[in-house]
């Protein structure tokens, strides 16, 4: 022992080693036969259908894919495809926090319009929404503003109003806005509640709570789920011809198809970009979600005492002796009661 | 200052109930400036509640309850009660500080962020010197060197010491512990209990809900036994450690010292 304090505290030796090392164990891997043949079969497969995709396989058109992928109409469909999917986004987490927020509210009336709001557009299909807003100048054909009773007002013509890409973009947030409030929600009840205690107890308002303490721990929780609803909604847009919006990717692409009668070909082309946005999609959230998790992680057992060290605070204290239970007492060799913990007793008849 | 003689806090008949159950039962005591109370008692005695009611955490059903002559959560005019507006209720607690069982600081922020927050977001004021502030609270804790450092990476007595500071630095009149060692590793209790120490010699006004009895005798200008929602014994510290009156306070003090 003495020799190797000293060692330890000589000035090259950096640590001191209190055991000698054990020998490494050096086995023989065990073999999976039946693993390597499955993968090989898979690689054959998979190897059999890209060759066949791309020799044989004239419905493919692998020229036309090509040719297509960077033509002017199909990158600035790209364009409304991102514009449809950032858009309706933003204002879905908008909205989704104020559902969120409301359906948490002491008052009745804003959970109950909250829920409603929730149920409807939950409950019905997106495409069918999109028909309807699609619908709206029809509907609505004029928006009278003005003061009620009195002659002074002005209107408008609703279809004037909206574009069909404004429908569109509507259309996507509303319905998207009910699946984001019930993201958001989960991710406000997942903060603890002495969270919220400590910041009311500094004296910070509501909205300084919300916007500082509890959201952005939310966001942890929140973040996750979203990238998939970004994901989601990307491939979305593709229903908005229900509108109609036709300059989106999928539509955009299925009418140069039609024109030229080459559906598959374009098929690929509306494939590769989605894929290529999904992929981005899924870079920029690893980066989010990281930024979130700042100061989470690392030691979260810092705080836990062991079973030994918690049960040497309970002597002498109170709460758990005198909750009733307690630690069963044992008479010592002197007479005088002492109080043992269970995992202390001492073994046997030895004492 | 002629209002020295308006005690800190006072509590007159101090009543809570959660729905049939009758958590405090008229309370009542003061608390004078620069006065250390300590509220002892078995768990569910109701003095954790009692704490709470002083920064209107809980709001109280029946009695008078004040801090430095104004009522808590309430305004009275014309002989009537009016219930206050959120905004005012903040400014209220802003005065007094609190420290909870499980720290609660806040983990996406550093220590130095933790103690800077509300000063930053309701003092309005040259961010360095604020800065500069938070540094010199970190420092009386002793933890001027953690200044960057996330809770998650900070010790059970670390993390306690910073919500002291971060308590402090809104500059309350009074203090308010509830069982800020309670939590801890047994041997991260005393460090913590230094900080307390330090922070009633200089004069703070606190109220301590504490099983540390050793804490109580040393630093506590008075102490209250609290059991079933009522106040069962009160006084000088070393007098009802040593020589309590009631049974029930007999009965407890003999499990715990």
């Known amino acids: 022992m003495n020799d190797m304090q000293t060692a330890a505290a000589g000035t090259s030796s950096p640590q001191p080693r209190r055991h000698d090392e054990p020998q490494a164990i050096e086995a023989i891997k065990l073999r999976h036969p039946w693993r390597a043949v499955v993968a090989a079969l898979l690689i054959i497969i998979v190897g059999l259908f890209v060759f066949d995709a791309l020799t044989n396989r004239p419905v493919y058109s692998w020229d036309i894919v090509v040719n297509y992928l960077f033509d002017v109409r199909v990158l600035s469909a790209l364009g409304y495809t991102l514009q449809l999917t950032i858009y309706p986004m933003i204002i879905a987490v908008l909205l989704g926090i104020l559902l969120a927020i409301m359906r948490l509210s002491p008052n009745p009336v804003f959970r109950a319009v909250a829920w409603v709001y929730l149920w409807i557009f939950r409950g019905t299909p997106v495409y069918v929404q999109l028909v309807f807003w699609g619908l709206m100048p029809v509907i609505y054909k004029s928006i009278t503003l003005g003061i009620p009773f009195t002659e002074v007002g002005i209107q408008l013509v609703t279809a004037d109003l909206f574009s069909y890409f404004t429908l569109a973009v509507i259309g996507l947030a509303l319905n998207e806005a009910a699946y984001m409030a019930e993201i958001v929600r989960a991710g406000l009840l997942s903060v603890d509640k002495g969270q919220d205690e400590a910041a009311v107890a500094l004296g910070l308002g509501w909205w300084h709570t919300m916007s500082r303490i509890v959201l952005p721990q939310a966001m942890r929780v929140i973040v996750p789920p979203t990238g998939n609803e970004v994901v989601s909604m990307l491939k979305t847009t593709s229903l908005v011809i229900a509108v109609p919006f036709t300059l989106d990717l999928y539509t955009r692409t299925h009418d140069i198809a039609v024109s030229m009668y080459k559906p598959v070909p374009f098929l690929l082309v509306a494939s590769f970009w989605y894929l290529i946005l999904t992929s981005i999609l899924m870079v920029g959230q690893f980066y989010v979600e990281r930024y979130f998790a700042r100061g989470v992680g690392a030691r979260p057992d810092v705080q836990k005492p062991t079973v030994e060290t918690s049960a040497i605070g309970v002597i002498g204290l109170s709460s758990a002796t005198e909750a009733g239970g307690g630690y069963p007492t044992a008479t010592g060799a002197d007479g005088g009661d002492q109080i043992v913990p269970p995992h202390g007793r001492a073994g046997g008849g030895g004492v | ?257």
């Open chain 2, 1 to 257: 200052m002629s209002q020295t003689d308006i005690p800190m806090v006072k509590a007159e008949a101090v009543s809570k109930a959660y729905g049939s159950n009758q958590v405090l039962k008229s309370i009542s005591l003061e608390v004078k400036r620069g006065e250390v109370l300590c509220l002892v008692g078995p768990s569910g005695s109701g003095k954790s509640t009692f704490l709470r009611c002083i920064n209107h955490l809980e709001t109280i059903n029946a009695g008078r309850l004040s801090v430095d002559g104004e009522l808590v959560g309430y305004h009275e005019r014309g002989g009537k009660i009016y219930e206050m507006h959120p905004k005012e209720a903040a400014r209220q607690r802003r005065d007094i500080g609190m420290v909870f069982q499980r720290f609660n600081l806040f983990p996406h922020k550093t220590a130095l962020e933790n103690v800077m927050l509300a000063p930053t977001l309701l003092k309005k004021g040259n961010k360095a010197a604020l800065q500069t502030r938070a540094m010199d609270l970190l420092a009386r804790v002793g933890l001027a060197e953690r200044h960057d450092y996330y809770p998650a990476h900070l010790s059970g007595g670390q993390q306690q010491r910073v919500a002291i500071a971060r308590a402090l630095a809104m500059e309350p009149k009074l203090m308010l512990f509830d069982e800020p060692t309670s939590a801890l590793d047994p041997e991260l209790v005393g460090e913590v209990l230094d900080v307390m120490k330090g922070l009633a010699e200089s004069g703070m006004t606190m109220i301590v809900v504490t099983h540390e009895m050793g804490f109580a005798r040393e630093v506590a200008d008075e102490l209250v036994f609290m059991d079933g929602g009522v106040v069962v014994e009160s006084g000088d510290p070393t007098e009802v450690l040593t020589n309590p009156q009631r049974e029930r306070t007999k009965a407890f003090l003999s499990k715990v010292l």
